[in-house]
Structure formats: C-alpha cells, structure tokens
C-alpha cells in the first residue's frame, strides 16, 4: 500500500506564500520610503536657486579675482554650510548618521581629498595637455581642488621639480587629509588588520 503524504508540500507553499507576502510589505514600505517630501521638494529649490547664484556673471567675476586659496574657501564655506543642513536634516551616509560639526567637517575633507584626485582641473592637467603651465582661467583653478593643493605646493612651497609637485598634490596630500578626515569622522585613531 501506498501512503502519498502531501503535508511537506502544503508547508513549503505555505512558507512561499508567507515570503511572497514579507516581500510585497517591505516594498510597500520602500517605495513608500522613496516618497517625495516638502523637505526634499525644498532642498531642490535651494539648489537650483544656488545654481543660478553661482553662476552670474557677477559671481563668477567675483572669482575671477581670487587667488585659489581664496577660492577654494570661498567653495568649501559653500560646501560645509550645505553638508551642514543636510546633516540637522538627518544625513545619513551607508547607515552611518553625520551628527556634529566635526564628522561634517571630516566628510568635508574627505570630499576635498577624494576631488583632489579626480577633479582634473590643475595646472598639472594644463602642462599635461598643452604643454604649457600659463594660460588658465583663475575660476577653474580656484574652484578645483587639485588646483589649490598645486598651487600651495608648487607656488607656494617652490616645489617647481614637476615629478615631485604632482607626487605630493595627487598622492601623499590626499592620503594625508583622507586620514585626518576619517579620524574625524570616527573619533577613534584605532587601526584594524
């Protein structure tokens, strides 16, 4: 005699069917998640009013003047007061909440660092280029991060060896302002293997 005992696979579908539920909640509940705030609808308006600012005429002639220290002041002043705000509006980077001045200070120079190397927008990319260190518009430099960390080491610090200028602005400074960022940003100088 033959016993068909169907009671695993009612279990197994009623396992499925529970899951399928489970799963169709949590997406509910992320896309309501995903709705769009007033909030949200706020910090576009504020940013596309800063776009229209920053780039008047007036504005950017403003720039035109600076040196890139000046500049690059000038643009992180800007940066640090957004990150700021987004930071009392709950900023929240991989699950991890910006809360204080200093962590949004660090993810500031974590920014910096991380553009310093990417922004290509230095005299180093000029000379690369064109074969020539002369010829670029104050706004670009001033507005770059590599261009200021170039300008600090190769201006002001008489770096003028080519090898060595873009040794220190695009590897050694950023390493070094990446880690001081990060101690920041952790509060905890401890290293793990």
């Given at each position: ?82 990150l700021y705000g987004l930071a009392k509006l709950g900023l ?102």
């Amino acid at each position: 005699m033959v016993v068909l005992d169907f009671s695993a696979g009612k279990r197994n579908l009623l396992a499925e069917l529970t899951n399928r539920d489970a799963k169709l909640a949590e997406k509910r509940s992320l896309s309501d998640n995903l709705s769009l705030t007033k909030d949200d609808v706020k910090l576009a308006v504020i940013i596309g009013i800063a776009g229209y600012l920053f780039n008047s005429r007036t504005w950017l002639l403003f720039l035109n003047r600076l040196n890139p220290i000046e500049g690059t002041i000038v643009y992180y002043v800007i940066i640090y007061v957004g990150l700021y705000g987004l930071a009392k509006l709950g900023l929240s980077l991989f699950g991890f909440t910006i809360s204080t001045a200093a962590q949004t200070f660090g993810l500031l120079m974590l920014n910096f660092a991380f553009h310093v190397t990417t922004n290509w927008a230095s005299p180093w990319v000029q000379y690369v280029t064109t074969g020539s260190l002369v010829g670029m518009s104050n706004v670009l430099v001033n507005n770059s991060e590599d261009g200021l960390v170039w300008y600090v080491v190769y201006a002001l610090g008489g770096i003028t060896n080519l090898f060595w200028a873009r040794v220190l602005t695009f590897t050694v400074i950023p390493f070094l302002i990446s880690m001081v960022a990060l101690y920041l940003i952790k509060g905890k100088p401890v290293l793990v293997p």
